[in-house]
């Protein structure tokens, strides 16, 4: 049973074009994270959440920004997507910090027109 | 600084013959440490860790890692590789330290020949 569940799967939209992909997790951890991968590249953290408490990676483009409404759900927010974010964006969960294994969900890929 | 250093970009081995993927990691207390794998078009999933104890630690699908201090390695092994292991694989180092994140390698593609 996917415990870690990303929505969806494949997305694409325009150029500059608003878009929001979400992830739900059935294990009631309390960190969740999300990361942006490119072909053949290791992933990049963008921000992690304790609970509500929000941590931003300090390169994280400003164009990204993300929600955490309950212990359920995130949402990675992209305001204007340039061509350079096209790539696989992975979420993951933990139960803590303190280098608890991560549990990952299968990624949304997204593709910019 | 943490880092975690996979030296290998990539490595084809032959179906049933044995793997080794190495894996070096700076850090200045004991690091948690993980092997996760990522087929095509997949997330990540957890092959197995390291925490504390025994140095020799068994994963899933059957792979052994181990962790040798003096090296600063946690080197991934399986005796006889099957086709369905052809995949990416990253190391990762974890500090027991509140608000910090794995840090990964950059991966190692292990192609399978037959």
């Known amino acids: 049973d996917a415990m870690v569940i990303q929505n969806p799967r494949y997305q694409v939209t325009q150029f500059g074009k608003p878009v929001t992909l979400s992830c739900s997790q059935t294990l009631n951890h309390n960190v969740m994270y999300w990361y942006q991968q490119k072909s053949s590249q290791a992933p990049k953290l963008l921000f992690h959440?304790?609970?509500?408490?929000?941590?931003n990676e300090a390169d994280t483009p400003d164009n990204f920004q993300s929600r955490r409404p309950n212990t359920s759900f995130c949402f990675l927010d992209i305001r204007s997507p340039g061509l350079g974010d096209a790539a696989m964006y992975l979420c993951?969960?933990?139960?803590?910090?303190?280098?608890?294994?991560?549990?990952f969900g299968d990624g949304t890929r997204l593709s910019i027109l | 600084a943490q880092s975690v250093t996979q030296p290998d970009i990539h490595i084809t081995v032959s179906e049933g013959a044995s793997l080794e993927l190495r894996c070096n990691y700076s850090?200045?207390?004991?690091?948690?440490l993980f092997w996760y794998v990522q087929s095509p078009g997949q997330g990540l999933q957890l092959l197995l860790k390291y925490f504390s104890g025994d140095t020799l630690v068994q994963g899933i699908k059957g792979f052994e890692a181990e962790f040798k201090r003096s090296q600063s390695s946690f080197n991934l092994r399986k005796p006889s590789v099957h086709w369905s292991d052809a995949a990416e694989y990253f190391c990762?180092?974890?500090?027991?330290?509140?608000?910090?994140?794995?840090?990964f390698g950059k991966g190692t593609t292990l192609s399978v020949s037959s």
């Open positions: 993951a969960t933990s139960r803590e910090y303190g280098g608890q294994p991560q549990h």
């Open positions: 959440y304790y609970d509500k408490d929000f941590n």
């Open positions: 850090y200045g207390a004991t690091p948690y």
């Open positions: 990762a180092v974890g500090a027991n330290q509140a608000g910090t994140a794995l840090i």
